[in-house]
């Protein structure tokens, strides 16, 4: 009894100091974190404020290259790692949803719970999985017997949500769940959101993370604000508004609004005019000569597939795409950062049937300036570089081909800030220059550099904005909306 | 000097060049220098021939895992088949004789192209079960009868000049055409992107279909070449001439420091490594091995090579 008192009196999970970095930049630079038993935690910042980062080391997927991490009682700065995660009672639900997609749901509940295990696992593991489900979503319509490929995204969102919160044999202390609600929809994300509180209730700690901030003002306890790699602000919620978390996430997406570039409406000749093939009931995607389109909506929403689809219907070589996902659509392991870069103008640095070695190293030695790449050699191997700058390999690439389409698939993952405006400026002298852009973004802020926006919702175009009626609220009630 | 040593120890195709002069220099050192330059000489004509059809797979390998082409010994049979009878002796046939054999040949890539293509066959299985129908028409075609080659094409094959095979001058300016084809080619570098990445060489612009396509077709090119050049070196065409081809074209690739992961192509290891296997088995046929010692040693020998080279290259 006394233990169980002692327990709850202490925190769930301390974070003391803790720092990493990758390469140059420093993501996390001395992070102070506290979480109680039984409380929801909210953590909110701007991308690439180290919120992830900071998950990862919890959940023992990242070492911090500093710091001290304690469970309960418990010091385990030294030996924590994604393995015994979850025997400290920490289970996690990234963004990267980690479900495999061979195996049935059953089978995947059956890889975090050593203990289903014997004759009858599977029985076992079906009606955990099929009961947390029917708690947490209600009426969500999901066969426990499917194999996880074959569910779309919100559901395998759901399905990682539930197998989160099941329980065998070991704990659950603390669920970090990251942008949970980004796949799915509103009747969806509250249910959620209302089995989270029950959890809470019942002692479980959250650490809920999202760009939602309405959801994170109505249902956490308390808020830590990060930016850059710090906690700048940390109150109870209600302690908080809108407006002033807004204030402590830092001044960068709100300010946007007269710095840029003021929208055009171009009227010149059509370039591409597309139906997205994978809805029946849907808009139209038309692009003009050195026109900026945004397309938005939530995450996974048929945005990659339209830009797909435009890129095998365009002409030959008068598109280019620049990956957002850099390792399975963008660089090439075995080659230098001049080779990546060259590789789609190739056939403009030939004399006769040959390459010219010279043409080559020119355009690697220009486009290492121009974009600023940091490498001391564009013959390094392109691994050499931090995710941020071999992301800017793949920028150079595309805006060095001779496309007059450039198809941008969510491209700013991992590129800092001071390289993003200078990315934006470049994108808008491009395209002034005549080239037009078809750009998926994430973040609504991306959609400030675009002259429209179509809306995505579950593989359709389910709404069109103009540039002056691109706001934040805008996107998410079109993104949101139940019928176009 | 260390400098030397440790770029050419990056080197992928070093080791099977070591391989090589070990095995030779163990040899002549059991014979106590006899015939030295006759064992090279040999090795040169003999290796011509692996290293042709080794060209040829190694850039099929290179497109990536999954990818090889099982149907190059039954090319090189049926290619010798056509081009023996359609010559029929004959040296002014001789023209018509090599068109007709590359006719085949492409005739084979393009089939084999055909099932992995537009049958969504695995290379390994379509190239493999074209194999028996390419062998089967190369039966039905020649009846099993061996026609000798035109003089023209034997000399071409045997003839050497001052010790060093007029075939092996010929390769040699036949790799350094498929060097430049690799390095300084859009095809090349095109077959070195897909097989790191064929999604983002496709995202890339790069004519992904196409490439794969011209790879087969060249893979099947070669192995009809090595036929015509075989049925001139061994005065005729047999029904067996492919035989111990399939193992040795895969095995020149991989000791030659070729990636079997693909998106890694090399060819002076295709040299080092065709040569290496011949006078491996030259060494243990001097020492008086029995057959049975003979392919335990070559087995462990090709085992003891790859290790020490892929172990390097892991480290790096």
Excluded at chain 1, 75 to 101: K, M, T, W
Excluded at chain 1, 296 to 314: E, K, N, P, V
Excluded at chain 2, 136 to 164: C, E, H, N, Q, W
Aim: glycine share 10%; with cysteine; net charge positive.
């Amino acid at each position: 009894m006394t233990g169980l008192m002692s327990d709850i009196l202490e925190s769930a999970v301390t974070l003391t100091a803790i720092e990493k970095s990758f390469g140059a930049v420093r993501a996390l630079a001395g992070v102070d974190l506290l979480l109680k038993p039984g409380e929801c935690l909210g953590l909110v910042g701007h991308n690439g404020a180290g919120k992830s980062t900071l998950m990862h080391v919890l959940a023992g997927t990242l070492k911090p290259d500093q710091g001290r991490l304690v469970i309960g009682t418990q010091d385990v700065s030294r030996q924590y790692s994604a393995s015994n995660a979850s025997a400290h009672g920490i289970r996690c639900v990234f963004q990267e949803l980690s479900l495999c997609p061979n195996l049935t749901l059953a089978e995947n509940v059956r890889i975090v719970h050593r203990a289903l295990k014997g004759i009858g696992w599977k029985a076992k593991a079906r009606r955990l999985i099929g009961e947390k489900l029917d708690e947490i979503f209600p009426g969500h319509g999901i066969d426990v017997d499917q194999e996880a490929g074959d569910l779309n995204i919100g559901q395998r969102q759901m399905a990682e949500i539930a197998r989160a919160f099941t329980v065998t044999d070991e704990p659950l202390r603390v669920v970090i769940l990251d942008e949970p609600t980004s796949s799915l929809d509103a009747v969806t994300a509250r249910q959620l959101l209302t089995f989270m509180r029950q959890e809470v209730a019942r002692g479980t700690s959250t650490i809920l993370i999202s760009h939602l901030l309405g959801d994170v003002l109505d249902y956490c306890d308390r808020i830590a604000v990060m930016k850059d790699g710090k906690v700048v602000a940390e109150k109870e919620a209600q302690n908080f508004t809108r407006h002033s978390l807004v204030a402590a996430m830092g001044a960068t997406a709100e300010k946007a609004g007269p710095g840029t570039t003021a929208r055009r409406r171009i009227s010149s000749a059509l370039t591409i005019e597309a139906t997205p093939l994978t809805a029946t009931q849907t808009g139209k995607l038309s692009v003009r000569k050195g026109e900026i389109v945004g397309l938005a909506g939530l995450a996974g929403h048929g945005q990659t597939r339209m830009l797909i689809q435009i890129f095998d219907g365009a002409r030959k070589h008068s598109a280019a795409f620049i990956a957002g996902d850099r390792q399975s659509d963008g660089v090439f392991n075995l080659w230098s950062i001049g080779e990546n870069v060259t590789v789609s103008a190739l056939r403009h640095l030939r004399k006769g049937p040959l390459i010219r070695p010279e043409h080559e190293h020119n355009m690697a030695r220009n486009w290492k300036q121009r974009i600023g790449i940091r490498t001391p050699d564009m013959n390094n191997n392109i691994l050499t570089l931090s995710g941020g700058n071999q992301q800017k390999a793949l920028f150079a690439r595309a805006l060095g081909s001779k496309a007059d389409i450039v198809l941008m698939d969510d491209p700013m993952r991992g590129v800092d800030i001071g390289t993003k405006l200078e990315v934006y400026e470049m994108i808008r002298a491009e395209a002034e220059a005549g080239r037009s852009f078809v750009w998926y973004t994430t973040e609504i802020d991306e959609l400030k550099h675009c002259d429209r926006a179509y809306i995505f919702r579950n593989g359709a175009i389910v709404a069109e904005l103009q540039g002056d009626e691109l706001s934040e609220d805008k996107v998410l009630h079109a993104s949101f909306a139940e019928s176009a | 000097m260390t400098n030397i040593w440790t770029k050419l120890r990056a080197q992928p195709w070093i080791w099977s060049f070591i391989a090589m002069i070990a095995v030779w220099l163990a040899t002549i050192a059991f014979t106590g220098g006899q015939g030295a330059g006759e064992i090279l000489t040999a090795a040169l004509s003999f290796a011509t021939f692996t290293i042709i059809i080794g060209l040829g797979q190694m850039m099929v390998i290179t497109t990536g895992p999954g990818n090889v082409d099982l149907s190059i010994p039954a090319t090189i049979t049926l290619a010798g088949v056509v081009a023996t009878k359609v010559m029929d002796t004959d040296n002014a046939r001789l023209l018509i004789g090599i068109l007709a054999a590359l006719g085949a040949s492409f005739v084979v890539g393009l089939f084999n192209y055909g099932l992995i293509r537009l049958l969504r066959i695995p290379p390994i299985i379509a190239t493999l079960s074209s194999s028996f129908l390419i062998l089967s028409t190369a039966i039905s075609y020649g009846r099993g009868i061996r026609i000798k080659p035109p003089p023209m094409l034997a000399d071409f094959a045997t003839t050497r000049i001052l010790g060093v095979p007029l075939l092996a001058i010929f390769v040699l300016a036949l790799s350094i055409g498929i060097a430049l084809l690799i390095k300084r080619t859009l095809y090349g570098r095109t077959v070195l992107a897909i097989g790191q990445n064929p999604r983002a060489a496709r995202l890339a612009g790069l004519n992904v279909d196409l490439t794969r396509f011209a790879t087969y077709l060249l893979s099947a090119l070669l192995a009809g070449v090595t036929g015509i050049v075989l049925s001139g070196f061994s005065g005729g065409a047999a029904l067996n001439m492919g035989e111990g081809f399939l193992l040795a074209s895969i095995a020149v690739v991989v000791i030659g420091g070729t990636s079997v992961a693909g998106g890694r192509a090399n060819v002076p290891g295709i040299w080092g490594a065709a040569l290496f296997i011949y006078l491996l088995d030259t060494m243990l046929n001097t020492f008086g091995a029995s057959a049975g010692i003979r392919l335990i040693m070559t087995g462990v020998i090709i085992i003891a090579v790859i290790t020490i080279a892929g172990g390097d290259r892991q480290q790096r």
